[in-house]
């Protein structure tokens, strides 16, 4: 069942009781104080009989609209008020963030890794829940892992939300993994009531798989301030990167002039967490063509990033 919120999954159970006079199946839902005020909609239900033969009935586009003639009939809906709603994403302590790795057979490395990430976070209302963890291998592949909260499973949370709390994820790397520099990619942070932070590591917090010692613990920090950065290589030709940095996350575009203030090319980066994005592969580029897809004419030019509310422009030099 699922609120006005198409990006929260709402309420849902497991497991019904079937009562063979009736033939009816009863699935009871619990709607805490602090889920959203609005129209509940019933999104599908999804059946088993003793033989495990299974089936499911949609009643709203669950998996997009692509799949509209899927439906089965119109969706069953409700009105609840609640008198507590948490719309407020839970709040990540991004510089009292702890990684350390150290093998687990120093003296004859295999690969299999102890890795100890250490966090704080608090909310307002709902309390912490859950956090998704991408950790990304030397090779740029990602690995997916989870804490939960010991009272993940419970409706409610039964400390003070608003006090941060210190949490401590143990992950071991399996035998065979890859020697290098890996990195803690992202951690997106959920509270009961399913508002989700989203924080973006990729280039700042990173620990090493040795063949030896154990790596030195890592503390991470997010940007302080939003930045435009010099573009490089600049004077260039044919092709340049931009780098910027994040303090929060944002709806992202960068624009480029010429010298007479005209148009000429629009990079649009869609939403983007907070972060540092200055390598290669994560700063905006531009080659040099405008938006008809011809090349500029050598000389000087203005590039500007617009993130929220945030506007900063810097020059850069096209050289034939």
């Known amino acids: 069942m699922n609120d ?31 889920f959203q005020n ?19 009935v949609y009643f709203t586009d669950w998996f997009g ?3 509209n ?4 009939e119109p969706p069953a809906t409700i009105e609840i008020q609640t008198t507590n709603p948490d719309s407020t994403q839970p709040v990540l302590d991004i510089n009292r963030i702890t ?16 890795v100890d990430i250490i966090f704080r976070v608090k909310d307002d209302i709902s309390g912490y829940a859950q956090t998704d963890m991408l950790l990304r291998d030397p090779q740029g592949g990602t690995h997916f892992f989870r804490h939960y909260d010991v ?23 399996p035998v065979g993994s ?16 399913q508002n989700t932070l989203r924080a973006d590591f990729t280039e700042i917090v990173r620990f090493e798989v040795e063949e030896g010692a154990a790596a030195a613990p890592i503390i991470a920090s997010l940007p302080d301030d939003t930045q435009l950065l010099a573009n490089y290589p600049n004077p260039f030709n044919p092709e340049t990167w931009i780098p910027y940095q994040l303090a929060s996350a944002s709806d992202v575009q960068i624009t480029i002039y010429d010298i007479r203030g005209l148009l000429v090319h629009t990079l649009p980066l869609g939403h983007q967490s907070a972060g540092h994005y200055t390598g290669r592969s994560r700063a905006a580029y531009w080659d040099g063509r405008n938006g008809f897809g011809e090349k500029v004419a050598s000389g000087v030019y203005f590039y500007t990033l617009t993130a929220g509310k945030f506007t900063a422009t810097r020059k850069l030099l096209i050289r034939k």
């Open 65 to 67: 609209e692509e799949h």
């Open 178 to 193: 890859a020697p290098g520099t890996w990195g803690l990619a992202e951690m997106n942070v959920h509270d009961k009531a």
């Open 69 to 72: 003639s899927e439906l089965d």
């Open 4 to 34: 006005e919120n198409r990006e929260t999954y709402s309420r849902r159970e497991n497991w019904g009781e079937y009562n063979p006079e009736t033939r009816e199946a009863t699935v009871k839902l619990i709607i805490p104080d602090y």
């Open 38 to 56: 609005g129209t509940y909609t019933m999104s599908t239900i999804t059946m088993e009989d003793v033989a495990l033969n299974g089936g499911s």
């Open 99 to 114: 990684i350390q790795a150290e093998p687990t057979h120093p003296h004859v490395p295999n690969g299999e890794t102890r």
């Open 151 to 173: 009272d993940f499973w419970d409706i409610y949370f039964s400390r003070d939300p608003k006090v941060y709390e210190i949490y401590h994820k143990t992950i071991i790397l």
